[in-house]
């Protein structure tokens, strides 16, 4: 079983910049898809950005994409978002998953283990 658990989340001013860590406990993430999202307070959840085992990855183009990069380190087992021009509306919670399919989802329903989140504040 892996147990994504993120870090990194903090309160920054708008166009500021975070990057998220999402590092694996249990067994390692090498084949497995991994995907981040995000939750509003009175909103659904939010797909942002998935990366495959072999670098390949997908974004919520409307919202975050020429923004956010996701980037994966297997040797550190560990998966990144780097967020960049922040703006106040991507204050969320922003979960980390994995996926044992593998695929570039965005959909939430295919990943099969989720971190606790990590609160991302952006202050205007």
């Known amino acids: 079983q892996v147990q994504p658990v993120e870090s990194g989340g903090g309160l920054v001013q708008a166009g500021g910049s975070l990057r998220l860590s999402c590092a694996a406990a249990?067994?390692?993430?090498?084949?497995?898809?991994m995907g981040w999202f995000r939750q509003a307070p009175g909103k659904e959840r939010e797909f942002v950005a998935a990366?495959?085992?072999?670098?390949?990855?997908?974004y919520n183009t409307d919202s975050v994409k020429g923004r956010f990069t996701i980037s994966r380190d297997s040797a550190k087992n560990t998966v990144y978002l780097q967020m960049n021009s922040l703006k106040p509306e991507d204050t969320a919670v922003y979960f980390c998953?994995?996926?044992?399919?593998?695929?570039?989802?965005?959909?939430?329903?295919?990943?099969?283990?989720w971190g606790q989140g990590t609160q991302v504040t952006v202050s205007s």
């Open positions: 998953a994995a996926s044992r399919r593998g695929r570039l989802s965005d959909d939430s329903y295919e990943y099969d283990y």
């Open positions: 990366i495959n085992w072999s670098g390949g990855s997908r």
């Open positions: 249990g067994r390692t993430f090498s084949s497995y898809g």
